[in-house]
């Protein structure tokens, strides 16, 4: 599941004129809204919270035809203006306006659709200096950290937006894609339920849901019904309209064993997107469905955190060096260092600490308790005791 850029709240200012392009050489670009109010088509008012990154699908004389995921419609050219004029005003503007941080907060999210990630970070970075009270610019920040696979310090600015505001469902649900990202898969469910408790009607929620039910790489979690049922309130949700939620409800039914209807959604997602790289893995995912395959998603080798010890030679005789690095600094973090007194008491109280942590590590990481202890004695040096269980663990 390609996962669409998370909507971000708006700030409305007025937008000095720009110049722009004739609308017929916008086809197919990349455009945002430039705002003197919220976005309408016809009378549906369809951006009161979001700010999105668009598609000029088609162009009939001065009007353009957005689309983004399940949000599509006629707009007049003037409203709308491309990726490289949006960077131009804002840079403008913060030029004349140094705290100016909602533009900081806006060419940010510009630069992230334009992949430029770590100009995306420097701008939510001032906007957050200038003003630290806004949820949605450390849910953005977060998203750009993800995208990066800086997964720690992504859930830590999603958890500084929920601090913020605990009702925000796009970090709440972001936050539960980081963990899901890192094989956490217990925390990533709980994330997405508290989404749907908190806005039942956030189809964004829903899907993620269904995804991780339908296509998660450790059996125990999935659950074909429970995914088809997620998958379709997201598609009821979002009137059938985006593909993406589309391809959920495909994959869940192959997950289900109801190849047929895969094969049938899958072809309704492909027939709707417009991102080549969209349409490229619904041809494979097609393909798999034909062919009776459920599509999985590959299990991501889990990335080392930022301060933690380099895997090298270390941990060289584990199949996954950085991933046995990260579990050995969590263990440490939360059990700490072996006491150096001999005392019995003291190692007793130690023991307990580190079975603990264990526990906690083997079942985050789906691994085997007698694994984790495996990479503990290795991180202190102790090989002998690395390999006690016979066996070379998968981490």
């Known amino acids: ?33 430039r705002y003197r109010r919220p976005l309408t088509i016809g009378a549906v008012n369809v951006e009161p919270k979001d700010y999105r990154a668009y598609t000029v699908d088609r162009v009939e004389g001065d009007m353009v035809w957005l689309v983004s995921g399940s ?81 720690e310090r992504a859930i830590a600015d999603y958890n500084a937006a929920i601090r913020l505001d ?28 508290r989404a749907i408790h908190e806005d039942p009607k956030y189809g964004r929620a829903h899907g993620a849901l269904a995804w991780l039910y339908a296509t998660c790489p450790d059996r125990k979690f999935r659950d074909g019904n429970l995914a088809v049922r997620s998958a379709t309130t997201a598609c ?44 490229r893995t619904g041809r494979e995912r097609l393909a798999l469905f034909e062919a009776k395959k459920p599509f999985r998603v590959t299990a991501e080798a889990i990335h080392r955190s930022e301060g933690a010890p380099e895997a090298g030679h270390t941990f060289a005789q584990f199949r996954d060096p950085d991933q046995a690095a990260r579990i050995f600094e969590e263990l440490r973090a939360r059990a700490g260092h072996p006491p150096e007194a ?9 023991e307990r600490k580190l079975t603990a942590a264990v526990e906690h590590v083997a079942r985050k990481y789906h691994l085997r308790r007698r694994d984790v202890r495996a990479i503990w004695h290795a991180g202190l040096g102790d090989s002998a005791a690395a390999n006690a269980s016979g066996k070379v663990p998968d981490a």
């Open 236 to 279: 009821e949700l979002t009137r059938w309209k985006d593909p993406g939620k589309v391809a959920i409800l495909a994959a869940a039914y192959a997950e289900a064993g109801d190849f047929k209807k895969a094969v049938q959604w899958q072809r309704q997602a492909n027939d709707r997107y417009l991102d080549p790289e969209d349409r």
């Open 71 to 151: 949000v599509s419609g006629w707009v007049p050219k003037d409203q709308v203006m491309t990726l490289d004029e949006a960077i131009a005003y804002y840079t403008e503007d913060v030029r004349h306006n140094p705290n100016a941080w909602n533009s900081y907060l806006y060419r940010g999210f510009v630069w992230d659709v334009k992949h430029q990630y770590e100009r995306a970070i420097a701008d939510y970075t001032e906007a957050i200096r200038i003003y630290p009270l806004w949820a949605n610019t450390f849910n953005n920040r977060g998203w750009t950290y993800h995208r990066l696979k800086r997964y």
């Open 1 to 33: 599941m390609r996962r669409n850029w998370p909507a971000l709240a708006i700030v409305l200012f007025v937008f000095a004129p720009v110049r722009g392009q004739d609308a017929l050489s916008m086809l197919g670009q990349r455009v945002v809204i």
């Open 166 to 193: 605990p009702h925000c469902v796009l970090a709440i649900v972001n936050r539960g894609f980081a963990r899901e990202d890192t094989g956490d898969y217990y925390k990533a469910i709980d994330d997405f339920k």
């Open 342 to 350: 001999t005392s019995g008491h003291e190692r007793e109280v130690f």
